[in-house]
């Protein structure tokens, strides 16, 4: 298992909601480490930590950023992502759709607790896609 930044070990890795981090999509297999979850270590320096619930609008705003998620690249096994596609998204791209307006909904038990040294809670929650 990958460093977890939240524990500070090995150990277990958290949610925003401080549980047990939840999977986030195994189909499309997701993740900096693609094993479904949105783990987080040193190596993962966008911070694939948020778990998020894609939009046709947030692929277009992702796309605009230089970002396309939605063509598939075989190359990296990627497979192209569709709206209602679960993701690990970059903290940081997460906040700038937040931002910007356009953010997707967030499976809060399934974004990592290192997320909330870049994007508050209280943002998170106001886009949760599951209850809390």
Not at 81 to 90: A, I, M, S, T
Not at 95 to 124: D, I, M, N, Q, W
């Amino acid at each position: 298992m990958p460093f977890d930044h939240a524990s500070g070990s090995g150990g277990a890795p958290r949610s925003v909601l401080g549980g047990p981090l939840a999977d986030c999509s195994h189909d499309p297999k997701t993740g900096f480490y693609r094993d479904g979850c949105c783990h987080t270590g040193p190596e993962d320096r966008g911070v694939h930590t948020v778990c998020a619930v894609l939009t046709d609008e947030f692929l277009k705003f992702s796309m605009s950023r230089g970002n396309d998620l939605s063509t598939p690249r075989p190359e990296y096994d990627f497979p192209g992502l569709r709206p209602g596609d679960r993701w690990c998204l970059c903290a940081a791209r997460w906040l700038e759709a937040f931002e910007a307006g356009c953010a997707p909904r967030v499976v809060l038990s399934a974004t990592h607790a290192r997320t909330l040294a870049l994007v508050p809670l209280a943002a998170l929650a106001a886009h949760a896609a599951d209850a809390h």
